[in-house]
T-cell receptor, first 117, second 110 residues
Framework: DTAVSQTPKYLVTQMGNDKSIKCEQN?????MYWYKQDSKKFLKIMFS???????INETVPNRFSPKSPDKAHLNLHINSLELGDSAVYFC????????????????FGEGSRLTVL | DAKTTQPNSMESNEEEPVHLPCNHS???????IHWYRQLPSQGPEYVIH???SNVNNRMASLAIAEDRKSSTLILHRATLRDAAVYYCILRDTNAGKSTFGDGTTLTVKP
């Protein structure tokens, strides 16, 4: 069973298009995240949702809009795609608190490689 | 955000121990130290975490300095499958933001 699954795994599209990446976790976690990994392999957090509520929103262009229909899903919609959006996008999930009840361990999906032409 | 600094790269021979250092001099009292690794073309994978005491699990050991300003991930016997980028990050007790540094690329030579 896949713990954190993302679709699609690969996405090639033209500049200016709108695209979505979906993420689902079956771990019962209450917090989900989107990370962006650029060509230099640097992992940068973009958004985090806890129980469907946005708790982290880094300096990300408004063209990026996350949506969490329920605790198990966090989708990422990107409008008017630009060349600089090309990257691998990772979804992750965790329990929010770290301590006796959980490690706060992040579980990552396998990534969605977005190429904007 | 509390940041971590790691060497860009390290090399090891197969079957030998590897010590991967991480500095986190601005760590706060509520930060846990987490280690993840990323194999090629995969998402990061949890390795180990700790708060103050040294920790062991089936994958590795984590040695934490007494002042908590640095830590070392120890792979007791490196294998070729351990070749990856290793990230040391700090996670607060609310498990909110976790800032990944540049990581250490570990090369294991046969």
């Amino acid at each position: 069973d896949t713990a954190v699954s993302q679709t699609p795994k690969y996405l090639v599209t033209q500049m200016g298009n709108d695209k979505s990446i979906k993420c689902e976790q079956n771990l019962g976690h209450d917090t989900m995240y989107w990370y962006k990994q650029d060509s230099k392999k640097f992992l940068k957090i973009m958004f985090s949702y806890n129980n469907k509520e946005l708790i982290i929103n880094e300096t990300v262009p408004n063209r990026f809009s996350p949506k969490s229909p329920d605790k198990a899903h966090l989708n990422l919609h990107i409008n008017s795609l630009e060349l600089g959006d090309s990257a691998v996008y990772f979804c992750a999930s965790s329990h929010r608190t770290t301590g006796s009840r959980s490690t706060g361990e992040l579980f990552f999906g396998e990534g969605s490689r977005l190429t904007v032409l | 955000d509390a940041k971590t600094t790691q060497p860009n790269s390290m090399e090891s021979n197969e079957e030998e121990p590897v010590h991967l250092p991480c500095n986190h001099s601005t760590i706060s009292g509520t930060d846990y130290i987490h280690w993840y690794r990323q194999l090629p073309s995969q998402g990061p994978e949890y390795v180990i975490h700790g708060l103050t005491s040294n920790v062991n699990n089936r994958m590795a050991s984590l040695a934490i300095a007494e002042d908590r300003k640095s830590s070392t991930l120890i792979l007791h016997r490196a294998t070729l499958r351990d070749a990856a980028v290793y990230y040391c990050i700090l996670r607060d007790t609310n498990a909110g933001k976790s800032t990944f540094g540049d990581g250490t690329t570990l090369t294991v030579k046969p």
